[in-house]
């Protein structure tokens, strides 16, 4: 009991210049992944319905309801919580079209389904997470003392994700040689910093990850199989051919933690827990998702 008060009431240590560092960071890697999108590739998913709507309910719809039922089973401190409630909101990560590719899933519906939740994050991660974190009584009377403005937060994920979204796609849609180019250069960089930037921040905070660790990897690891689950299991239910299943539970098991970072630091003042939980989610998804793909590229 006594360590879930103290994930409630601890703060990061974190500066206004390591945030700046961050929401670069961020609008770069979404910059390099859509300097590989095509105004194409969202027509794809209307061509395929099918696998458009498993997607979009396996990561918009599923994955939030079950992080609401996990959290009710496990009953973490609200902090942490809230944490899970976020990740569960933000679209997937950036990685998950290389983690699709490798596994021989279908890469065209990983990048469509990308791009589009990148897109509709805008409206979708302040929604959701109002909505379900609303729905569970200890995070509910923590968001009323946070007195979150969900309107600034609209702002934000546009300007990380929608701005840098829609000059990547016209970049590739009117300079294709030039987006070629740069996107080799671009993603690795990002992927870099962004990487430099979570070892930094849990360097500067290492005896509070060290503290709360073993709590910490079993939450996250039981969060994320929940995620990966809802994939594959909705893709499996649904009879999808099985490298479309590989591609939805990717992109289901994949989330942008770092987007959920970035609004934990502006607008929740580091709380602890939260943003403890959602920096382990944005190494440990990397983890299962090499594994996953490294074991599912042998099936066919």
Request: glycine share 8%; net charge positive; charged share 10%.
């Amino acid at each position: 009991m006594n360590s879930n008060i103290e994930l409630d009431s601890i703060r990061l240590n974190f500066s206004p210049n390591d945030l700046l560092l961050l929401n670069l960071a961020l609008a770069l890697i979404m910059y390099g992944v859509a300097l590989d999108l095509r105004f194409s590739d969202f027509k794809y998913l209307f061509k395929n319905p099918k696998g458009f709507f498993l997607g979009v309910f396996s990561q918009f719809l599923l994955l939030p309801f079950l992080t609401w039922v996990l959290i009710w089973i496990i009953a973490p401190p609200p902090s942490v919580a809230l944490g899970m409630f976020l990740v569960a909101s933000c679209p997937g990560g950036n990685v998950s079209n290389f983690l699709s590719n490798l596994a021989g899933g279908n890469t065209a519906l990983s990048v469509s389904l990308t791009g589009f939740s990148s897109s509709i994050s805008i409206i979708t991660t302040p929604l959701n997470f109002a909505l379900w974190a609303g729905l569970y009584p200890p995070t509910a009377n923590l968001l009323r003392e946070i007195s979150l403005d969900y309107g600034e937060v609209f702002t934000t994920v546009a300007l990380i994700l929608g701005v840098p979204l829609i000059l990547g796609i016209l970049t590739r849609q009117y300079a294709p040689q030039l987006a070629t180019k740069a996107s080799k250069i671009l993603k690795p960089l990002s992927i870099l910093i962004f990487s430099a930037f979570v070892v930094i921040a849990f360097l500067g905070n290492l005896d509070l990850f060290l503290q709360f660790i073993s709590l910490i990897f079993l939450w996250v690891l039981l969060h994320n199989l929940v995620a990966l689950g809802a994939g594959f299991f909705t893709g499996k239910i649904f009879k999808m051919p099985l490298a479309d299943v590989k591609s939805l539970t990717i992109e289901t098991g994949i989330q942008n933690s770092g987007l959920g970072l970035v609004l934990i630091f502006t607008y929740f003042d580091g709380l602890g827990g939260m943003a403890i939980i959602t920096a382990w989610w944005g190494i440990w998804h990397l983890i299962s998702g090499m594994g996953i793909a490294s074991l599912w590229k042998k099936v066919k």
